[in-house]
């Protein structure tokens, strides 16, 4: 069973309505990846963060998402407007180094349906 | 920039019969990590193998892979399929950036589908 903790499971939202899903990372693990898997079961990279600062994210991200790892509390990722084009499984995965070759742990995602 | 390439979307399998999901990959950096994970449904993703070692051969749960850096490859093989092995499996190369903490670049993914 994982040990990062998603919250929540499904969410289905109107388009242009927020959508705010959480992730609580694998004890001890200070590094914290948001990926999107999409129809077509791509996995793309939105963005990652060491303990609460932002490591790298993508324009897209930076532009319509927003994200935290705040300290004592869990990750969330928000898109702020939500459009079809979101509909996708949300992933959340944690690592306790952020050097090359290490494993990352994923929780079982939040999956968001844009109607 | 990195990237991995999956050449097959679907590998469609007779249980008992051998096991091949290709993995090539590309980066300028000369110790790359390749990882694959496989991920089924409404499960997690998780780790099966990973390898930074040039013709070493890395074994789990039955799965081996090698990497030859000669050919840019990591290619998933397994002797005899289970039904049990019908996932998706990706392939994955570690982000030579320190400083992006160790992002997972992925291929888009094999479906694995093991019939009896």
């Known amino acids: 069973n994982s040990k990062v903790i998603q919250t929540p499971r499904y969410l289905v939202k109107g388009q242009g309505q927020k959508a705010k899903m959480r992730c609580i990372p694998e004890?001890?693990?200070?590094?914290v990846f948001w990926y999107q898997q999409n129809k077509n079961n791509e996995f793309k990279f939105l963005i990652n963060f060491q303990n609460q600062e932002v490591l790298q994210q993508i324009d897209m991200t930076e532009k319509r998402f927003s994200a935290e790892c705040p300290s004592n509390s869990p990750c969330s990722l928000e898109i702020q407007s939500s459009e079809a084009g979101d509909s996708a499984l949300y992933l959340c995965?944690?690592?306790?180094?952020?050097?090359?070759?290490?494993?990352?742990?994923f929780g079982e995602g939040s999956r968001l349906i844009v109607v | 920039g990195d990237s991995v390439t999956q050449t097959e979307g679907l590998v469609t399998l007779t249980e008992g019969l051998p096991v091949m999901l290709n993995c090539t990959y590309q980066t300028i950096y000369s110790n790359p990590f390749l990882f694959w994970y496989v991920h089924y449904l409404n499960e997690s993703p998780r780790l099966l193998l990973k390898?930074?070692?040039?013709?070493k051969r890395t074994e789990h749960q039955g799965f081996h892979a090698t990497l030859h850096k000669s050919s840019s490859s990591f290619h998933l093989q397994k002797s005899s399929a289970q039904l049990s092995d019908s996932a998706l499996y990706y392939c994955?190369?570690?982000?030579?950036?320190?400083?992006?903490?160790?992002?997972?670049?992925f291929g888009t993914g094999t479906l694995l589908s093991v019939k009896p």
């Open positions: 004890k001890g693990h200070p590094v």
């Open positions: 995965a944690s690592s306790l180094y952020r050097t090359s070759g290490n494993t990352l742990y």
């Open positions: 994955a190369l570690s982000d030579r950036y320190g400083g992006s903490g160790n992002k997972l670049i």
């Open positions: 390898s930074s070692t040039d013709n």
